[in-house]
């Protein structure tokens, strides 16, 4: 073990040349981040779970429920022992040829068998005083960390000029105030990474699970090898859209539907620009050109760089989705389905009649006859970060 930590902290990997640990070594005159902070994060995680589960019992749902936010989740499917003891002992997902054997078994239509078992599946599926508390949790996590993020970043110099972040790099002295709001962003990530296991579950898990891995590693790089000014800027860019996702998605469970699409538009606009065009234009600038200039390249540099471009194309692949919902809205005048939804839809008949229902009654199922809230039912965009 010994040895593979030697190997692991290897400072030509990690520093710039003729840099050492030793030269990074914190004492009463100086503070740079040292490694074994970032252990800190694992118990301080789990303390901002705890905080989580409190405040959505004790804070978010009574808020849910005084604007009348249901418990009720979708509609439940009719019992039927033989089709629950496939569901629950073999398959959630019967293939074809089960489905026949089901329909001549119950003398069923093929049809009503398909309906069941995706109204079994919704089933499970969060109700919307769930996705509301949630959704309140990390409005008011965001929010916190982006204001105080904010009012850090603005009395630093390289909020300002970019070119300050390399500067006198590595020799960059750590303040309390750098050293908390690093600390806290990673344990929420790593919180996040966590709870995604219990949380709803949404059909871009996987893409969400890597965002959380790559943006608890581009953390970890940056402190460990003392690249916390660029971060924040990193950090304060990706908080701020996430906080306008949040609130949209909090209007559109409240049934408060031109405050939904006020935020939305404001969310897709801020996201867009801020993803598209200020992370490339001006922390990949910083992060690839001017730190290559003023300090040059090293091994610990590459990795943190590929994976703000790995995060770049994450950002790609969540506005198209923005985009995607927009141009449906614009077009239409209404999102009848999420791209991203925890709801699964039923057959093309099914949905036609449910389309009908919907135009009716706005509320249904949380969609809208109108707007941009489809998007919402399900999105996590971070989230940013």
Known sequence: MAGILVWFWNERFWLPHNVTWADLKSTEESTFPQAEDLYLAIPLAFCIFCIRLFFERFIAKPCALALKIQASGPQKAQHNAILEKVFTSITKHPDEKRLDGLSKQLDWDVRNIQRWFRQRRNQEKPSTLTRFCESMWKFTFNLYIFTYGFRYLKKTPWLWNTRQCWYNYPYQQLTSDLHYYYLVELSFYWSLMFSQFTDIK???????????????????????????????????????????????????????????????????????????????????????????????????????????????????????????????????????????????????????????KHSQNPSSNGISSNGMNGYLMGAAVSEEH
């Open 202 to 356: 949404r059909k871009d898990f996987g893409i969400m699970f890597l965002h959380h891995l790559a943006a608890i590693s581009l953390i970890t790089f940056s402190y460990a090898n003392n690249m916390v000014r660029v971060g924040t800027l990193v950090m304060g860019l990706h908080d701020m859209a996430e906080v306008l996702l949040e609130a949209a998605k909090m209007a559109n469970y409240s049934k408060c539907q031109k405050l939904c699409d006020l935020l939305f538009v404001v969310f897709a606009l801020v996201f867009l620009i801020a993803r598209l065009g200020v992370f490339p234009l001006w922390i990949l600038n910083t992060t690839l050109f001017e730190s290559w200039e003023i300090v040059g390249p090293y091994p610990s540099w590459w990795v943190f760089n590929l994976l703000l471009v790995l995060l770049q194309f994450l950002h790609l692949f969540w506005s198209y989705l923005i985009i995607k919902i927009a141009c449906k809205a614009i077009c239409k005048g209404k999102v009848s389905k999420d791209d991203r939804s925890d709801i699964e839809s039923s057959s093309d008949e099914e949905d036609s009649v449910s389309w009908t």
